[in-house]
T-cell receptor, first 115, second 114 residues
Framework: AQSVTQLDSQVPVFEEAPVELRCNYS??????LFWYVQYPNQGLQLLLK??????LVKGINGFEAEFNKSQTSFHLRKPSVHISDTAEYFC?????????????FGQGTRLTINP | SQTIHQWPATLVQPVGSPLSLECTVE??????LYWYRQAAGRGLQLLFY??????ISSEVPQNLSASRPQDRQFILSSKKLLLSDSGFYLC?????????????FGPGTRLTVL
């Protein structure tokens, strides 16, 4: 089984400041890793994913994340945030080589951008 | 292109009443389908998934059930709602080929049980 821990439930930052949202996971098998964004009262949108290869992955809206296998982490970063980045962000994992890809989500981090 | 619909968008129901939430996907065939729930202050939890018509797998024991009467239709039901069933319900679909396929989420249904 897999589990995901997002260490911060809320992160307030000022506009144009850098941000890091932390994610740690545990799994007895190899996993794929994801970050999703949820804008208020909307469904989820995939920001980025790590399947294999380079441990630094780039996604939409200027976000990037780095897979660290030894620390079982997949932290999300953005060098300069905008008001429009205000949303809830979910880290998720999915075990590799399973027929239906069941996502296991963290509790979410609410990112608030202040002007 | 593919689209996913969920209805209703919002629902307020009394405790003990029945529930039926519907999800339909357009523009693809034989998708994998998923139901997730997001309870207040918590992350998303996978409730059910389906790899084909009539094939339902339950991830969490509860008073909810799911059915897939048609290829692109996924229904979440309950005979008697509990207060703890309140939450935001999300349906998702994915392709079935390959080692990994992105899940695409619907707009969600916000359920309040009073």
């Amino acid at each position: 089984a897999q589990s995901v821990t997002q260490l911060d439930s809320q992160v307030p930052v000022f506009e144009e400041a850098p941000v890091e949202l932390r994610c740690n996971y545990s799994s007895s098998v190899s996993v794929y890793l994801f970050w999703y964004v949820q804008y208020p009262n909307q469904g989820l949108q995939l920001l980025l994913k790590y399947l294999s290869g380079s441990t630094l992955v780039k996604g939409i809206n200027g976000f990037e994340a780095e897979f660290n296998k030894s620390q079982t982490s997949f932290h999300l970063r953005k060098p300069s945030v905008h008001i429009s980045d205000t949303a809830e962000y979910f880290c998720a994992v999915s075990a590799q080589n399973q027929g239906a890809q069941k996502l296991v989500f963290g509790q979410g981090t609410r990112l608030t951008i202040n002007p | 292109s593919q689209t996913i619909h969920q209805w209703p968008a919002t629902l307020v129901q009394p405790v003990g009443s029945p529930l039926s939430l519907e999800c339909t996907v357009e523009g693809t065939s034989n998708p994998n389908l998923y139901w997730y729930r997001q309870a207040a202050g918590r992350g998303l939890q996978l409730l059910f998934y389906s790899v084909g018509i009539g094939q339902i797998s339950s991830e969490v024991p509860q008073n909810l059930s799911a059915s897939r009467p048609q290829d692109r239709q996924f229904i979440l039901s309950s005979k008697k709602l509990l207060l703890s069933d309140s939450g935001f319900y999300l349906c998702a679909w994915s392709l079935t080929s390959g080692s990994w396929n992105e899940q695409f989420f619907g707009p969600g249904t916000r359920l309040t049980v009073l």
